[in-house]
T-cell receptor, first 114, second 112 residues
Framework: SQKIEQNSEALNIQEGKTATLTCNYT??????LQWYRQDPGRGPVFLLL?????KEKRKERLKVTFDTTLKQSLFHITASQPADSATYLC?????????????FGKGTHLIIQP | DARVTQTPRHKVTEMGQEVTMRCQPI?????VFWYRQTMMQGLELLAY????????DSGMPKDRFSAEMPDATLATLKIQPSEPRDSAVYFC??????????FGSGTRLTVV
């Protein structure tokens, strides 16, 4: 079965630096890869989507890369701020056969220290 | 902003009781998911609807869980009978096609 790996340990980054989070998967590549942010006591919030034929996607201070050879996505937050502290989840979307629900990693807890 | 509404926000129930969770997806969204989140397992997909038709409920314990969409404005998730191991946060999410999805605030279920 498909396995998604995100760094389970908290990532501590100093304010102003670039935070880089990793999402690795096994087996076959998804049609889409999505990144979500989750704050305590709240549901995940969609941030960015990248398709399997795209290498990079940007949105303001966020950048996502997708390498189907390495079976890996990197999520970057530049000029990080304490307000960026949250848990970040990657999710894979598979297309075909109708069963294309989202499969989530367990998330990486990011802490931006002032 | 449009939002996915889930009720109740919190539910404490005794083992063996029936639990019903409700979700109002965003108008115009054709895809609805039910997820369960625990510290150990993370987010687990329970059920998935497209245009109100169930497409995948393989993640759901069929003997006690059921998910339905009686109309486009309501999705329900029932547990009968509930067990302590069902304690978790249950999320509903909606979206269009394969693009980004909007999650509700969740129902925190505690079965004692």
């Amino acid at each position: 079965s498909q396995k998604i790996e995100q760094n389970s340990e908290a990532l501590n980054i100093q304010e102003g630096k670039t935070a880089t989070l990793t999402c690795n998967y096994t087996n076959y590549s998804p049609a889409y890869l999505q990144w979500y942010r989750q704050d305590p006591g709240r549901g995940p919030v969609f941030l960015l989507l990248i398709r399997e034929n795209e290498k990079e996607k940007r949105k303001e201070r966020l950048k996502v890369t997708f390498d189907t050879t390495l079976k890996q996505s990197l999520f970057h937050i530049t000029a990080s701020q304490p307000a960026d502290s949250a848990t970040y989840l990657c999710a894979l979307v598979y297309s075909g056969g109708g069963a294309d629900g989202l499969t989530f990693g367990k998330g990486t807890h990011l802490i931006i220290q002032p | 902003d449009a939002r996915v509404t889930q009720t109740p926000r919190h539910k404490v129930t005794e083992m063996g009781q029936e639990v019903t969770m409700r979700c109002q997806p965003i108008l115009g969204h054709n895809t609805v998911f039910w997820y369960r989140q625990t510290m150990m397992q993370g987010l687990e997909l329970l059920a998935y609807f497209r245009n109100r038709a169930p497409l995948d409920d393989s993640g759901m314990p069929k003997d006690r869980f059921s998910a339905e969409m009686p109309d486009a404005t309501l999705a329900t998730l029932k547990i009968q009978p509930s067990e302590p191991r069902d304690s978790a946060v249950y999320f509903c999410a909606s979206g269009r096609n394969l693009l980004g999805y909007t999650f509700g605030s969740g129902t925190r279920l505690t079965v004692v």
